[in-house]
């Protein structure tokens, strides 16, 4: 392989077994990522694949971007996206059925073949001269080299990059921003509104969970003053990922109401 | 030759199309007082003229032009034109003419429109008309003057049709403006061809480049030019139009359609010497078109009716008259404006005259309900006498002097052709005598044929003073002119002097001659009307050559058989070529597009997967094309 | 080792990256694809740093995280926004375009 330029030469056998040891670990997480049903898991495997790139980038002579990769990936990226889960999709899991014709076979054989043309492309390539590493460049530290060519050769794209970074940052809030279309319902509409609207069996609000139960967890439904189990007194998103335990055990028998009657 | 500059010559413009500015903008309001500003304005105009007419008396005459620069128009390039102005000895001679005349012409409207509820909008469109007509005679450049012509083309138009509530009448300013649209056509592509061959379109630059320009060219400008003013002052065969153009009231009548914008032709003919005098086939064309028209005016002339048509008919002929003489060279030019000028003068005079009589009769225009008007109206017989005196040429009035010039210059040209253009302008000097003589007997003496509701009567002093001063121009302008050859000398640093001519007749004996003839026409013109009772209805049972005069010698039947009709079925072909043939390839084209679009649409599909998809494609296809260079 | 291997691992990252925008369905997981996408740019750009012993990668790499960062945020807001109009976060569902 001498005549290949892009080869650094043997580099040092610790990141050589690094590398074999972190990039398939890499590679079958991010099949998995594609693989796996729930956003969830997709999210945590994600995160995987960005720590081993860290440490990639740390064992390539750039440890200031592989903390950052740290810090920003799996930092903040990562808690972004499992933040807007945890709001929007940790009820669903998706269904991996392909409801488009064709796509599939289509796109599985333009992105292998993708692929396989950029490895074998690679495998190819010469740059006719020997290749250097980084140990010139980072001499007085990576983090100074990087903050020197920052400020001066890069410093306008760094204010354009800032600017940028601020404009998400609005665009974020006006995006997510709700606009409310209807007038708030004050106190007095909402009271008019339960005695109103709804039965009257209802007007006193909803039963907390776990009220008149014999257990007094979120996830299992409070029972009526007749016993039955009240669906309505669990959050909405708890009975959607299904984490609802079933009410039937915590029943009580038939109440016996004949004492009252006495009275 | 460096010019002298002045920062006033704007102003002879600038004041009258302020008052069409101010009268059109300020519409109703101005109704009380706007026939006034205009007037003033107008007046003021004349007063500049005036003094800048005094200023150039007092400089040396080979110094006497001055130019002014207002601002730069176009700049493309090498290619620049400046919207300048040019006063030298030929333009004063026409802004002094317009304002003057103009002025009158103002002052008299402001009496005969009195009764009009437009006299407002009747003022604006007069001042617009002095403004656009002053432009057209400053205008430094071919490209200047264009604007001007335009601008008295759609004057023309508006004041044509200023009483566009009768159809007729708004007919009558649509063909004036068609038929002048051929004659802008020929300026327009004279001013291309100018700029084609010699890089430029100033009056200046063109004189200087004629002489590297070849004849063929000069040839092409000098036809298109002559085009241009065939069609602006009514010369065969382009004519038609001036007849129907008296539909227009009585003062506009005067100035644009006899006095000022008709005449533009000649202006532009001599302004235009230098070209004309290269291009001898070109100068023999505009001799040629001068010498039908004359004889075509004054035979028309001879058989109309309508006091107007008749006057309409006379300028024809008479501006006939002076493109002939423009046509013969340098010798001519003065002679032409001399003509001109006096013309100027004795026609728009009797135009108001005529508008009098009109005033006077409720508007009749057929002279054979006139007749013995003489008595009720003696101001108007005398200013139109004066008037009619001086068309004639009897010494001393002015047609005298200009038209004697004309005759002679006509037969001095030599050979062959000096002696038939000598003998036509010696014939139209006879019938324009006969049918002048007609229009005097059918309106002023013999019995009077009005209705028994007609009650004429003599016009107010606001009118018969600008008739007044009219005629003494008539009785005097032409002795002013030609005395000691005032207009000639002042004239002659513009044009190239003189080559001695032979004479083939002494002027003493022309001018006797030309006398001869005015005496026969009018000895005829009596011998026919004023023996015999005149019929209130004109007579059915005439010769075929009558009818054929009657009919301006067939001209608008010649166009509508050569032109209009061939016209109509192109034009229907053309509308059908365009339905089956255009229209079906358009459609065809449509259609095409909507089926690719049809079978296309399944790939817009609206899933943004299936374009991440098409995105993914093509970044394999780059690769694969990369792969298979590298190969 | 060779170095080369980085830029394997840096194509066959991109494709699995593609691979998933196209077929999966949770808008959550595309934009996660394409966070894999960028990144596997990065590593390619950081492995040329090093092949070149120049630093000019690595700040572009550096300059690709903070846009990376960016997108993530409005996109994610985007997300928010359908999902808070539609009740749902697949992206065939926002396909309002179609017809």
Not at chain 2, 512 to 539: H, Q, T
Request: charged share 15%; proline share 3%.
């Amino acid at each position: 392989m001498n005549e290949v330029a892009l080869q650094v030469g043997q580099t040092a056998a610790p990141e050589a077994l690094l590398f074999w040891i972190l990039a398939p670990l890499t590679l079958i997480a991010a099949l998995g990522m594609l693989l796996v049903r729930k956003a969830v898991h997709s999210a945590i495997l994600m995160a995987f694949v960005m720590i081993a790139l860290a440490i990639f980038y740390i064992a390539q002579d750039a440890p200031f971007l592989g903390i950052v990769q740290i810090v920003v990936y799996t930092g903040a990226v990562m808690m972004l996206f499992l933040f807007i889960l945890m709001l929007v999709g940790v009820d669903s899991s998706d269904s991996l059925a392909e409801t488009i014709r064709g796509l599939r076979p289509i796109a599985i054989t333009a992105a292998l073949g993708f692929g396989g043309l950029m490895v074998s492309l690679l495998s190819r390539a010469t740059l006719g001269r020997s290749a250097v590493g980084l140990e010139a460049a980072n001499s007085d530290g990576n983090v100074e080299a990087i903050a020197r060519l920052l400020f001066s050769r890069y410093v306008w794209p760094f204010e354009v990059v800032s600017a940028l970074l601020i404009t998400a940052a609005l665009g974020a809030m006006v995006l997510a921003h709700h606009h409310r279309i209807q007038e708030r319902p004050t106190q007095r509409q909402l009271s008019i509104d339960r005695f109103r609207k709804d039965s009257l069996a209802t007007a006193a609000g909803l039963a907390a969970p776990g009220v008149f139960a014999r257990h007094n967890a979120v996830d299992v439904p409070a029972l009526l003053p007749d016993g039955s189990p009240a669906p309505a007194s669990i959050n909405a998103s708890l009975k959607a990922r299904g984490d609802v335990l079933d009410s039937a055990r915590f029943e009580l028998g038939t109440v016996d109401t004949s004492a009252d009657e006495e009275k | 030759m460096m010019m002298m500059t002045s920062t006033s010559i704007v102003y002879l413009i600038a004041l009258p199309l302020a008052g069409a500015v101010i009268l059109l903008l300020a519409g109703r309001r101005s109704d009380k007082w706007g026939h006034l500003l205009a007037t003033a304005l107008c007046a003021s105009s004349f007063f500049v003229a005036l003094y800048q007419l005094s200023l150039m008396f007092k400089r040396p005459s080979q110094e006497r032009a001055v130019s002014q620069k207002l601002f730069e128009w176009i700049s493309v390039g090498t290619f620049k034109i400046d919207a300048g102005l040019l006063l030298d000895q030929l333009s004063i001679c026409f802004v002094l003419l317009i304002t003057g005349v103009g002025s009158l012409i103002h002052i008299y409207s402001i009496s005969y429109m009195a009764h009009d509820p437009d006299r407002r909008r009747f003022f604006a469109f007069l001042n617009l008309f002095i403004a656009a007509m002053l432009l057209l005679v400053l205008g430094d450049s071919y490209l200047n003057l264009y604007v001007g012509w335009e601008g008295v083309g759609l004057a023309s138009y508006l004041l044509i049709g200023f009483w566009n509530e009768k159809p007729a009448y708004a007919t009558a300013s649509k063909k004036a403006f068609v038929m002048n649209r051929i004659g802008d056509m020929g300026l327009s592509f004279a001013i291309m061809i100018a700029f084609a061959t010699m890089g430029t379109v100033s009056f200046i630059g063109v004189q200087a480049a004629v002489e590297q320009t070849s004849t063929l060219a000069l040839t092409g400008i000098g036809i298109m030019l002559l085009v241009a003013a065939i069609g602006k002052s009514a010369q065969f065969p382009l004519q038609a139009w001036l007849g129907d153009a008296m539909a227009g009231p009585t003062p506009v009548s005067a100035l644009i359609h006899a006095a000022t914008m008709v005449t533009a032709g000649v202006y532009l003919i001599t302004r235009s010497n230098f070209i004309f005098d290269a291009a001898p086939s070109a100068q023999l064309l505009v001799v040629i078109v001068g010498a039908i028209t004359l004889m075509f005016g004054a035979l028309i002339g001879t058989a109309k009716d309508d006091i107007k048509k008749a006057l309409a008919a006379s300028t024809m002929s008479q501006i006939g008259y002076m493109i002939l003489c423009a046509g013969l060279g340098p010798v001519g030019y003065a002679f032409a404006i001399m003509h001109l000028l006096t013309h100027g003068f004795f026609k728009a005079g009797m135009f108001l005259g005529a508008g009098s009589v009109m005033h006077g009769m409720d508007d009749e225009v057929n002279m054979r309900k006139y007749g013995a008007l003489r008595k009720v109206m003696p101001i108007t017989f005398v200013t139109f006498g004066l008037g009619y005196l001086a068309i004639l040429g009897i010494p001393p009035f002015a047609g005298f002097y200009s038209k004697d010039m004309i005759i002679e210059t006509a037969f001095n040209a030599g050979g062959i052709k000096g002696i038939i253009l000598g003998s036509v302008t010696l014939l139209g000097a006879g019938i324009t005598a006969f049918y002048m003589t007609r229009v005097m007997i059918l309106t002023f003496t013999g019995t009077p044929r009005w209705d028994e509701k007609a009650q004429p009567h003599e016009s107010p002093w606001l009118m018969w003073l600008p008739m007044a001063i009219l005629a003494l121009g008539s009785l005097t302008s032409g002795y002013l002119l030609s005395s000691n050859d005032s207009l000639v000398k002042w004239l002659s640093p513009l044009f190239e002097s003189h080559e001695e001519h032979h004479e083939l007749l002494p002027p003493i004996l022309v001018s006797a001659l030309a006398l001869v003839m005015v005496a026969i026409g009018v000895a005829v013109a009596f011998l026919k009307y004023s023996r015999r009772e005149i019929d209130a209805v004109a007579p059915k049972n005439v010769s075929i050559f009558t009818r054929i005069a009657r009919e301006d010698l067939m001209q608008d039947r010649l166009n509508e058989a050569l032109f209009m009709r061939p016209g109509q079925e192109l034009t229907k072909t053309l509308v059908k070529t365009d339905a089956v043939i255009i229209d079906g390839a358009v459609r065809g084209i449509g259609r095409l597009t909507i089926a690719t679009a049809l079978s296309l649409r399944g790939v817009q599909n609206g899933f943004v997967r299936s374009y991440a998809a098409f995105i993914l494609i093509g970044a394999l296809a780059m690769i694969v094309a990369i792969w298979v260079v590298v190969q | 080792m060779d170095a080369a291997n980085y830029l394997y691992l840096s194509a066959l990252l991109f494709s699995i990256g593609a691979i998933g925008v196209v077929l999966r369905r949770n808008a959550i997981v595309v934009f996660m694809c394409i966070e894999l996408m960028l990144n596997a740019a990065n590593l390619s750009f950081v492995t040329f740093s090093r092949i070149n012993g120049d630093l000019n990668g690595q700040v572009v790499a550096f300059f690709t995280m903070v846009v990376a960062a960016c997108e993530v945020v409005v996109g994610l807001a985007i997300i928010v926004t359908i999902y808070r109009s539609r009740r749902s976060a697949s992206v065939d569902d926002a396909s309002l375009l179609r017809r």
